[in-house]
Structures are given as C-alpha cells and as structure tokens.
C-alpha cells in the first residue's frame, strides 16, 4: 500500500514569486506519480505525471516537478506564478508494475496555493 | 471533445434516503473510475470499471453503495440509506487505459446528507 503525504495545507505567495509544493510519499516498489489541480467548484485536471527516465518532468502552464528516490520525494514547482494559479494541488501515486499500472491512485490531502495580486 | 459529465452537481437529502449519481465519461475511454472526496481531503477511490466489469471495489460500502456500468459507457453510483457521513463530493472520472495515463475528471456532485 502506497501513502502520499502533502505537509503543507495552505502556501500563499505574490504573483510573479516563485513557489514548492511538497509531495512524499511511501512505497516499495515501482510507482506512478502525478499532479493535479483542483479549482474551485471543479473537478481535478492533470497536470504532469512520472514513471521513469529524466527525474525532472515539464508540465502544462510552466509547472514542472522532480522525482528524488532517496527523499520519496515529487515536490511541484513554478518558477514565477500567476494568480489564476490559486487552486488546490494533489499529489497522487498508483502502483506501476513493469509497465502495467493499475489505475488506483492515491491522493494526498492537497495544498491550497493562494497567490495574491 | 466533450469532457466527462455528471449529474446531478448537487444533492441534498434525508439521512435514510436514497440517490444516485450518474456519470458520462469521454468517449472511447475504457476505465471509469468513482471517487469520494469528503470536504478538504483528497479523492478516495471507491470503485472502479473497465469497460463493464468492476476491477475493484474494495473500498466500496457495499451494505449501502452500488455501481454499475452496464454497456461499458456510462455509470450510476447509488447510496441507498444515506448517512451523515457520506457527505461529500463524488467525483466521477475516465482514461484510457488502466490509468498510468492521466485520469480526466468530471465536475463531481456534490452531496450535503442532514
């Protein structure tokens, strides 16, 4: 059984600041993760994902996250923020089995990003 | 591409009543996953399908919940005696495949049990 943990609730930053959001997690084997963005009233949406190779992944609107083993670590990143980008962010981790994954993600229980004007 | 649709969006019930939620996923998507996401928490998974055969529904409360998703198209989740505790939001979504991919989600429906 995979955990995924998410220690901050709440980051609030100004617009143009850069910002982190943390994400670990813990399991054995070999394992899916990805980022998803929750706006108010709306159902998640992807944002990135990582199984393998490059540890550093890019994704929609300037997010990118990396991948550290020796942390557990998936820790989200934007270098310079825009204040449409105030939502909650999920973390999620499924088991992948060489290549086969099985679909069941796991959630964290998300960081409120406010990004203030 | 239409995404993936639900209904109601919202639900107001009894404890004791029943409801059900439906839910349209993308077409062409095979997987159809429901989830629970009671109020700042993230989704749990309750149940999900590929194509019309249920993979897993281990986390489902089976004494009260059931879904189905007869044609391997769209799905209902029913509650059939409603509590306190199910108050949340239920969020439906699809992929492709077993889910390595990204999963699309829907709007959700969100349910306040009195």
């Known amino acids: 059984t995979q955990t995924v943990s998410q220690s901050d609730a709440h980051v609030t930053v100004f617009e143009g600041d850069s910002v982190e959001l943390r994400c670990n997690y813990s399991?054995?084997?070999?394992?899916?993760l990805s980022w998803y963005i929750q706006h108010h009233g709306r159902g998640l949406q992807f944002l990135l994902k990582y199984y393998s190779g490059n540890p550093v992944v890019q994704g929609v609107n300037g997010f990118e996250a990396e991948f550290s083993k020796s942390d557990s670590s998936f820790h989200l990143r934007k270098a310079s923020v825009h204040w449409s980008d105030s939502a909650v962010y999920f973390c999620a981790a499924s088991m992948g089995n060489t290549g086969a994954n099985t679909g069941k993600l796991t959630f964290g229980h998300g960081t409120i990003l406010r990004v203030h004007p | 591409e239409a995404g993936v649709t639900q209904s109601p969006r919202y639900a107001v019930l009894q404890e004791g009543q029943a409801v059900s939620f439906w839910c349209d996923p993308i077409s062409g998507h095979d997987t159809l996953y429901w989830y629970q996401q009671p109020r700042d928490q993230g989704p749990q998974l309750l149940v999900y399908?590929?194509?019309?055969?249920?993979?897993?529904n281990s986390q489902l409360p089976s004494d009260r919940f059931s879904a189905v998703r007869p044609k391997g198209t769209n799905s209902t989740l029913k509650i059939q005696s409603a509590k306190q505790g199910d108050t949340a939001t239920y969020l439906c979504?699809?992929?492709?495949?077993?889910?390595?991919?990204?999963?699309?989600f829907g709007p959700g429906t969100r349910l306040t049990v009195l």
């Open positions: 979504a699809s992929s492709l495949g077993w889910g390595g991919d990204e999963q699309y």
């Open positions: 399991y054995g084997g070999s394992i899916y």
């Open positions: 399908f590929r194509d019309e055969a249920v993979i897993d």
